[in-house]
C-alpha cells in the first residue's frame, strides 16, 4: 500500500499504537504528519505488521502490545519468527 493508501486507511483512526525502536508510541487522534512518521517506509509503503480494529491502528505488534491501551486484553495466539498473532 502507498502512502496515499496509509493515509486512506488511517483517517478513521482516533488512536495509533506504533513500535519505534524500543518504545511504543501511543497517540491519540493521529495527524497525517504522525501516519506518515509512524507507518510509511522509507521507500514509500506502508510498514507491516499493521492491525486496524475499529478506530484503532497498530503497527509492529510485540509482546508488550498484548496489555497496550484501554479495552480488551490481547493474548499471544501464535509465533512464528518475529511474527506474532494475537487475539481477544
Known amino acids: 500500500m ?14 495509533l499504537l506504533a513500535k ?3 518504545d511504543i508510541v501511543r497517540l491519540t487522534a493521529p495527524s497525517d504528519a504522525d501516519v506518515i512518521k509512524y ?14 480494529l475499529g478506530d ?7 509482546d508488550p502490545f498484548a496489555g ?5 486484553t490481547w493474548h499471544v495466539l501464535a ?6 498473532l494475537y487475539g481477544k
Open 2 to 15: 502507498d502512502r496515499a493508501g496509509t493515509l486512506a486507511l488511517a483517517r478513521g483512526s482516533r488512536r
Open 68 to 72: 497496550a491501551g484501554s479495552g480488551p
Open 39 to 52: 507507518l510509511v517506509h522509507e521507500d514509500g509503503f506502508l510498514r507491516v505488521p499493521v492491525l486496524v
Open 79 to 84: 509465533r512464528s519468527g518475529g511474527w506474532m
Open 56 to 62: 484503532l491502528l497498530v503497527r509492529g505488534f510485540t
Open 20 to 22: 519505534a525502536g524500543v
